[in-house]
Nanobody, 125 residues
Framework: QVQLVESGGGLVQAGGSLRLSCVVS????????IGWFRQAPEKEREFVGG????????NYADFAEGRFTISRDNAENTTYLLMNRLEPEDSAVYYC??????????????????WGQGTQVTVSS
């Protein structure tokens, strides 16, 4: 059994920052990538960005490029999503997901094997 737990969400004013964390526990894999996704009310879940096992391959959605930064600490089984210059349009439930691969993180939801329960991010104008 694998568990992913997100934390760090909350309410922030536009222009502010938040850092989300995703901790993986339970059964471990030799290599895995982590993707971050978000879902706003009445919208489809969308890819935010992802990081591979070694941290040398990171990709971002266009809206996240330049504002969001993904990093990971494998010793702590933790991946981070630092979000700067937040906008009201960034309000959503943010999820992390695990992909059992060493390749470049995929934006395809179906490729991910395990998901966290999500953490709410609300950006006020």
């Amino acid at each position: 059994q694998v568990q992913l737990v997100e934390s760090g969400g909350g309410l922030v004013q536009a222009g502010g920052s938040l850092r989300l964390s995703c901790v993986v526990s339970g059964r471990t894999f030799t290599y895995y990538g982590i993707g971050w996704f978000r879902q706003a009310p009445e919208k489809e879940r969308e890819f935010v960005g992802g990081i591979n096992w070694s941290g040398n391959l990171i990709n971002y959605a266009d809206f996240a490029e330049g504002r969001f930064t993904i990093s990971r600490d494998n010793a702590e089984n933790t991946t981070y999503l630092l979000m700067n210059r937040l906008e009201p349009e960034d309000s959503a439930v943010y999820y992390c997901a695990l992909w059992r691969s060493i390749r470049t993180p995929t934006a395809r939801i179906v490729d991910y094997d395990y998901w966290g329960q999500g953490t709410q991010v609300t950006v006020s104008s």
